[in-house]
């Protein structure tokens, strides 16, 4: 049942080296080729990384844009950071055996939003297979955009390393917002009526 | 199974005004706020509008704002929304049973990005309770936050809404581009080996 899945995903940041199928990662694109797009322009591609120097290539020139984004973060986020243990090295580019590298074409209408959506897919279908991803972007993907060879218009935006975890997250680790906080009636700041059950989701 | 419903999910522009029941809205919110955010700020907002004279309003709002973007539109868009039937008539907005207006905070990090994961998992979750939707973004969403009394520094992203198809849509009216034209191997333009049967997938 797809809420399941979206209830139990986790953003994965440690992964087995094992390799995941080569199957398991076309479906997931296939997945991310079905989502709908702005005038259905599909303005993604995907590239699928797994060799070794160029997922080291990667993962150097994401630790060195991070290095300077942590720095650069506001006070709350350095802290966020520091609470679940998120620091500038990304072991997970060269740990997971594939990296698919999401980029969009920047002059289709609504690329970045239609991108997004084809990303939601991809990490749904990932879960699905019972492998583990992360929508991980670095602070600056611009030194990826010629490493990659991408056509003229095109920007990454995304990347998603593929591989099976090396770590349980229990479910408590991600709080949130229950449903009253976030969803109103025809107003912002006024609450659903009883009749959408709305407080019956009311939990974590 | 979740690869069907990407399948089978089609963008619904005629409506029926038959009620759908609170609690399938109650799921669909229910399947965005669980979603992944750039660091768990949970960027989004839901503004359920069954209010006649409001989605009248936003109807009027929206039809004038696509007035103007259907005109400034460069040819290709034109004659795409011509070959769609896609005028800038929205009678979805009034017909629609509820809109969910989806808005996001601005200042969040990687709100836009995070609120269209959330808009992807509410639109599949509608395909699991058998409810058409559609992400629709009108030409100008400014007029849209002052009218549902949004906070400052929140923006609304789309309109999805929300109810039981009038129309049936035969899976050829969306062709789409093969997985050997967007998915490639370490870089852009080479194709993925045959160990990922990625052939199996080139299928409408």
């Avoid at 986790?10 to 797009?37: C, D, F, H, Q």
């Avoid at 600056?140 to 920007?155: A, F, H, I, R």
């Avoid at 680790?173 to 449903?179: N, T, V």
């Amino acid at each position: 049942m797809v809420m399941n899945l979206m209830r139990n995903r986790r953003s994965i940041r440690v992964y087995r080296t094992e390799p995941v199928p080569g199957e398991k990662v076309a479906k997931i694109l296939e997945a991310g080729r079905l989502a709908p797009s702005g005038a259905n322009r599909q303005p993604w591609v995907y590239i699928v990384v797994d060799d070794e120097a160029l997922k080291g290539e990667i993962r150097k020139r994401s630790e060195e844009a991070d290095s300077l984004f942590h720095k650069e973060a506001p006070d709350w986020l350095k802290n966020w950071l520091k609470e679940e243990g998120i620091t500038t090295t990304k072991q997970f580019l060269t740990d997971a055996p594939f990296l698919v590298v999401v980029a969009g074409n920047t002059k289709a209408p609504y690329w970045l939003e239609s991108t997004w959506i084809s990303i939601a897919y991809m990490i749904l279908l990932a879960e699905n297979e019972g492998v583990g991803t992360l929508t991980y972007t670095p602070g600056n993907t611009e030194p990826l955009n010629k490493l990659l060879n991408l056509p003229k218009d095109y920007e990454v935006v995304a990347i998603l390393p593929i591989g099976f975890p090396a770590e349980t997250l229990p479910p408590e680790k991600r709080p949130r917002r229950p449903l009253a906080q976030i969803a109103f009636h025809n107003r912002h700041g006024i609450n659903l009526p009883q009749s959408f059950g709305s407080n019956l989701h009311v939990r974590r």
